[in-house]
Structure formats: C-alpha cells, structure tokens
Nanobody
Framework: QIQLQESGPGLVKPSQTLSLTCTVS??????????WSWIRQSPGKELKWMGA???????YYSPSLESRTSISRDTSKNQVTLQLSSVTPEDSAVYFC????????????WGQGTQVTVSS
C-alpha cells in the first residue's frame, strides 16, 4: 500500500524559500509511468496543481509558478522535494503531494497535506 507523507516547516517568512518533502512508502518514485505532484489549496480557493516530477526525473511546472518553483527527488530516500522561492502571504496554503498514474490524469493517491503559513 503506497503512502505519501509531507513534511516541512509550518511557518515561513516572506521572501524566504518554502521547502517541503514528500516521503513515499510502499512504492518507488522511479516506478514507470507515475508522476509525483505538488498541489496546494489556499483558503477559499480551488486546488492548484503546482508541478510534478516524472518517473524519469523530468519536471513539469504550472506556468504561473514556474519561475519560483523547483521539484526534485532523492531516489535513495524515495523522496520528492518542493521548493518555492520568494514566498508571500498569498502562498499560505495546505500543500499536498500526490501520485498521478499518468500525465494529465487525476491523482489517485494523496498525502494528508501540510499547512504552510507565510508570515513575519
């Protein structure tokens, strides 16, 4: 049974870089055809797909966040990392990691999410 667990600081100061880790258990981040995504939900707003890293290591980003977003992986630890730079209070959200079974497909497995607040 594959499980995803997000971790990272719950409070980040404006202009700093937000860094979150998704640890995958019961499966591998290099398994063929899967994409490991980061998705966030700000208060009162819809879920927003931020980007993903493919089984191959290729990365894909939302155009609106691409300039500030970096997704990477550590295959030895089976982890996927999100970094979002130059954060503002508008980046406060619940951040989820999720597995997409294919490009363009809806996620089929989600982490529980982690709240990140951007505030001085």
């Amino acid at each position: 049974q594959i499980q995803l667990q997000e971790s990272g600081p719950g409070l980040v100061k404006p202009s700093q870089t937000l860094s979150l880790t998704c640890t995958v258990s019961g499966g591998s981040v290099t398994s063929n055809d899967y994409y490991w995504s980061w998705i966030r939900q700000s208060p009162g707003k819809e879920l927003k797909w931020m980007g993903a890293i493919a089984y191959s290591g290729a990365t894909y980003y939302s155009p609106s966040l691409e300039s500030r977003t970096s997704i990477s992986r550590d295959t030895s630890k089976n982890q996927v990392t999100l970094q979002l730079s130059s954060v503002t209070p508008e980046d406060s959200a619940v951040y989820f990691c999720a597995r997409q079974p294919g490009w363009g497909e809806a996620p089929d497995i989600w982490g529980q999410g982690t709240q990140v607040t951007v505030s001085s």
